[in-house]
C-alpha cells in the first residue's frame, strides 16, 4: 500500500519510531563525544617533568618552634606574603609539639581548630584566620607559656 494510501495510525507509528531513533543516534553520539573528552587516551602513566610540577613557594617570614619558644614571637600576615594569609611552623624540639589557640584551657580543649601535631624535624602549613578577629595568638598545648601572636595584615582579616 503507497504511503499516502496507509493507516493514519500507522503513519503516526512510523513518525515515533523515526523520533525515537533519531533521539537514539543524538544520545550515543553524545555519549561518545564526552567519553572523549574525559578519556585519558588510554596511555601508561608517566613521569613528569618539571614544567608540570607545581612548587608551593616557601615561607619568606617562617615560624620556628624550639626549646626556648616561637621564633619571631609575633607577626603580621599579608594576602602579599610568599605563603598569603596562611603561616608555617618549623618544629626544631626533639618532640611532636601540639598547635593550639589561646586562651590555653587547663582543663580540657582549646578554643580554635585542632590543627595536627607536628613531628621532630617537620614543618606543618596553617589557616589561622578566624572571621571577626583582628588576630590570635597560638600557644604549644604542653607548654601554653610559649606563645606567638599573629595580626591579620592586608587582605587576611
Known amino acids: 500500500m503507497p504511503p499516502d494510501q496507509q493507516p493514519a495510525s500507522q503513519n ?17 553520539f553524545g555519549a561518545w563525544l564526552a567519553v572523549r573528552m574525559i578519556s585519558d587516551g588510554g596511555e601508561a602513566p ?9 612548587i608551593i613557594p616557601s615561607d619568606s617570614r617562617p615560624i620556628r618552634y624550639d626549646t626556648a619558644g616561637f621564633h619571631p ?8 606574603d610568599s605563603l598569603g594569609c596562611l603561616i608555617s611552623i618549623q618544629n626544631a624540639t ?5 598547635i593550639r589557640v ?5 582543663d580540657g580543649e582549646d ?4 590543627y595536627p601535631d607536628i613531628a621532630p624535624g617537620e614543618a606543618e602549613i596553617f589557616d589561622i584566620r578566624y572571621p571577626g578577629l ?3 595568638t597560638l600557644h604549644d598545648h604542653d607548654n601554653p607559656d610559649h606563645e606567638i601572636a599573629i595580626t591579620y595584615g ?4
Open 111 to 114: 578554643p580554635g581548630s585542632q
Open 102 to 106: 589561646g586562651p590555653h584551657n587547663e
Open 134 to 136: 583582628d588576630g590570635v
Open 94 to 98: 626533639s618532640k611532636p609539639i601540639t
Open 12 to 28: 503516526r507509528w512510523y513518525r515515533i519510531l523515526a523520533i525515537a531513533a533519531g533521539f537514539a543516534v543524538v544520545l550515543i
Open 73 to 80: 614571637t609575633e607577626l603580621t600576615v599579608k594576602i602579599t
Open 46 to 54: 608517566r613521569d613528569l617533568d618539571e614544567s608540570e610540577v607545581s
Open 154 to 157: 592586608e587582605g587576611c582579616k
